[in-house]
């Protein structure tokens, strides 16, 4: 009789089994995951592309080495988005319908990126994002969507709230005001004013200008403690390098859009004009630190013509992250089980951020740790401070 | 505040000058617009960072090289995206030269790309201001402000008084009475782009310290430099100099006076103006069409 | 001096020239005559290597040179007073003239041969350091064929000198023609105007359906009413 009445259980039990079995989750073999990745492989943006992908296949690779994931080897795919939103949605509908895989771990422009939001939520695949900073892809929470990287709202508190730690009064602003400007300057905007603080000059740049006379000079001329400076690497560095001409030196405070302060101390190429920046890493780690030797070595024996840069650990981090969950996911994978596990993942240390990832299923900005880093003129670089946000 | 201002448009200007004048100088003798012409003056520039930067060699070096490897780049240039197209309508032309756009900016990625998103060439005098009464000027800008002047001033002379230089003007002027001399056409249409070229490559080692280099930097510098060709007239060298300089000093002053949102705008906002009222631009001779 | 044979010309698939043979004789000037648009300009054009004929045999002092470069042609001493005078219009007379001389080897004598052509117009050594295109008319026509002496042919070819001008300046070229003939040159004349050709051409050829359809002497061209009529209109 209980027999009986447990019957139909357990042909339920064992029709979902055999489901799964037959049903097979994609891009998941016996021997092998299949892991998608997407950004910009080319042009200025591949350094967040490209790069941090080399990064996500070092960090593939070390886990292969070491007998794979629950017994299976990881496969990265990687697909090009040119930076463009339409790029992006062609990309990442390429690595769920066609190469079927099982999650993503990409992302590098933050307007490409989220442009991809809907796509991936419609699929319901999960995708760790490697270095798109843009804040609609966290806020309000995708059930799929986890970020190991910082976002845009995050770093714009840590600007403010760097700028007030060092005593400054009076903040001023230089930015582009580009769709990537306009992602990070809007939240800043919001955190400037929840402080109650009103900029003291707020000056535009255009990401190829060669000149920026006019906006030092207006920036001189409103005598600021600190330059929050949303700007690319190489605006930023035109900036430095004029005001440095006019004798202009504030306490410059960057994002992690100039994520290499020793490459930007030599783009800028006037000595000392650096000396008052700072700037946000995703990662706590510069690239010739001891502590990242291992991975140093792993990306030089996978492309022998790179130097490891800290793009690669952007992908480092994020694949650690993937690597991480898959492995707590257990053999029986499934993306609802990755989903799960990533919901939960508490204080996961990893050999790059700034802070231990921890991701809930309310808030998916699993890194809250801007890490500020700053280059003393011909010196060495060195962590200022981590500002933990929220 | 307008010295400086002032200044830093002229330095500009200067720049868009050179790249603007190599562009009219194609267009007038061949008839084709050369879309890559920014991307040669980046392959120029990567060429001199080689030369001066990664091979130590002297700056003067480096700025032949560069001329150098751009005139070959012309002779190419004309061989694969003009010669076979000489006829063809003015569409596959400029096809054939966005073409050429895209493969020199490929190329540009593919050999630099990797070095970083972009590189800065070390100044060529020392950064210290020099203080003139109340004016700073800095020795960097005016040294790229000079060496583009005697690139132009070497390059009208050669136009006016070498039998080179003159035939290119002939052929530019009318293409079948220069073939009736006895001017062997196609020779001038791959020495206009060669000459038209080397500019571009002496625009680039000049202005390499100042613009910083990355593969992506042809097109941005292409559309003042074309800018100021279509305000001077298109086939017009005095023309697109004020032109040039022009769009150098209302960039600079309205972002000084009006706000540096407008450093963008501004100098295509007066292009159109200018456009409206003079059709055929400022000096142009004639409505815009193939020679 | 230059001898044409079978010579077939087209434009894509229009065919213009159906097989011409003439050829002009060594101190000869030779008037080519033909309706609009009957394909005079073509010849001359395919004469000096702007044009590539499908077939035919040009003989220029018994090299054959159809198919030629032009600059190789101008320099085989055949030069060519282009219709519509084609000068540089943004250049000085004075540098039309030294572009005349592109294709020779004799620098040296550059400047004596300018002093010909002013010797033979007088006008253009007052216009000398002025636009060609702010020239008159007649006096661009001077410009075109000066600069087309400064290269030394042997034999000239004239597309329709004579369109355009005054009566007053078309007796000056043709007492131009004269001279230059009686300098030895020999001069293949493309002309509408048949009172011209009479006035100065020995032969005359007529041009029709893409062949020569008529060849005699050009003196009697004005009283011959079949050739007036069935060729010319
Ligand atoms: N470039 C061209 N492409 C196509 N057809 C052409 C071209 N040039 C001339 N033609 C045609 O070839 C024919 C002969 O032209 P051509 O100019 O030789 O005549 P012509 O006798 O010199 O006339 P005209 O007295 O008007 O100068 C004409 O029917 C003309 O329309
Ligand atoms: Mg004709």
Redesign the pocket.
Known sequence: MRLARLIPFAMAALLLAGAARADDVPGVTDTEIRIGTFGPMAGPGYLYGRLAMNGVEAAFAKANEAGGVNGRKLVLVREDDRCEPAGAIAAVRKLIYDDKVFAIDGGGCSNAAVAVREDVEKAGIPWVVFAAVHDGLTVPVSPVIFSPALTATIESKAQVAFARQQGAKRIAIIAMHDSWGRSRLDPLMATLKEKGITPVADEEMAPDANDATAQVLHLKAANPDAVIVVLYPKPAAVFLRDAAKFGFKPLAIGQSGIGDPAAFEEQVGVPGATANFVTIAMVKVTPDDPAVASWRAEVTRLYPDDRLSVFNLFGIGSAEVLIEALRQSGHDLTRAKFIDVMNHLTNFQTDVYGGPITCTPADHRCNKNPVWLKKDPGGAIHVVAVTPVD | MFAYLALAGLTNGALYALVGIGIVLIYKATGAINFAQGDMLMVAGFVAYTLHVTLHLPYLVALLGAVAACFVLGLLAERIAFRPLANADIISLVLATVGLSFMLKGFGRVVWGGLGDYLSFPPLVPNDPIMFGDIILLPQQLVVTGGAVLVIVVFALFFKFTSLGRMMQATADNRRAARLVGIRVDRVHALAFAVGAALAGAAAALMAPITLLYPDIGFPLFIKGFAAAVFGGLDSLPGTLLGAVAIGLIESLAGGYVGSGFVDVSAFLVIMAVLLIRPRGLLGSAALRRA | MLDVQGLEVS??A?R?LEGVSFSVLEGRIVALL????????????TLSGLLRPQKGVILLSGRNVAGRPTHEIVRGGMAQVP?GREVFASMTVAENLDLGATTRHDKAEVGRDREDVFALFPRLRERFRRRAGSLSGGEQQMVAIGRALMSHPRILLM??PSVGLSPAVVGDMIEAIRMLHARGLTVLL?E?NVGVAAAVAHEAKV?QGGRIAYSGPAAGLLDNEEVLRSYLG
């Not at chain 3, 609009?36 to 300009?41: A, F, L, Q, T, W």
Request: no cysteine.
């Open positions: 434009y894509g229009t213009v033909g309706g609009n648009g009957s394909g005079k300009s073509t010849v001359l054009n219709q597309d329709e493309v509408q041009l």
